[in-house]
């Protein structure tokens, strides 16, 4: 079976003005994957100036499995949509430091599980034959990798 990991690196809360207010800034680095790409971060691109039609990347979830292959790292496909795109690391701000440690908390637990579901996913690639007769209990199995 495979083994998958990645690492998580979390600044120190920083605490920024924006637009006024204090708020605090949530920046998460992943690394070092082990069987898995580093980009598990989906974002698009979201339109800051409509006039300079410039854009910012804006963080949306956390890849599933799937979505590890579907969306391109780095850059959106054009073509695709929607066009979400992985990158390793987000980028973000929040009201206080309730909310910054709870982000951080549902960041690794999403990450747990997206590691979990990988697992999963490897235990469903292994064939298992099963003879089921009538009369007979337990049926017999055997697991072929």
């Given at each position: 079976?495979?083994?998958?990991?990645?690492?998580?690196?979390?600044?120190?809360?920083?605490?920024?003005?924006?637009?006024?207010?204090?708020v605090f800034r949530?920046?998460?680095?992943?690394?070092?994957?082990?069987?898995?790409?580093?980009?598990?971060?989906?974002?698009?691109?979201?339109?800051?100036?409509?006039?300079?039609?410039?854009?910012?990347?804006?963080?949306?979830?956390?890849?599933?499995?799937?979505?590890?292959?579907?969306?391109?790292?780095?850059?959106?496909?054009?073509?695709?949509?929607?066009?979400?795109?992985?990158?390793?690391?987000?980028?973000f701000l929040l009201?206080?430091?309730?909310?910054?440690?709870?982000?951080?908390?549902?960041?690794?637990?999403?990450v747990t599980a997206?590691?979990?579901?990988?697992?999963?996913?490897?235990?469903?690639?292994?064939?298992?034959?099963?003879?089921?007769?009538?009369?007979?209990?337990?049926?017999?199995?055997?697991?072929?990798?």
């Open positions: 079976m495979a083994h998958y990991s990645v690492t998580l690196t979390f600044q120190p809360p920083e605490v920024v003005v924006y637009q006024g207010h204090e949530l920046v998460c680095d992943a690394s070092a994957p082990i069987g898995m790409p580093v980009e598990i971060f989906a974002h698009q691109k979201s339109l800051i100036d409509p006039v300079t039609e410039e854009q910012q990347d804006e963080f949306s979830f956390i890849c599933s499995p799937y979505e590890l292959s579907a969306y391109p790292a780095n850059a959106p496909n054009f073509t695709q949509s929607p066009q979400f795109f992985r990158k390793a690391g987000y980028d009201p206080d430091i309730e909310a910054y440690e709870s982000v951080k908390q549902s960041t690794i637990d999403q997206l590691i979990n579901r990988m697992y999963a996913l490897d235990k469903l690639s292994v064939t298992e034959v099963i003879t089921v007769s009538s009369g007979e209990s337990p049926f017999s199995s055997t697991s072929i990798s």
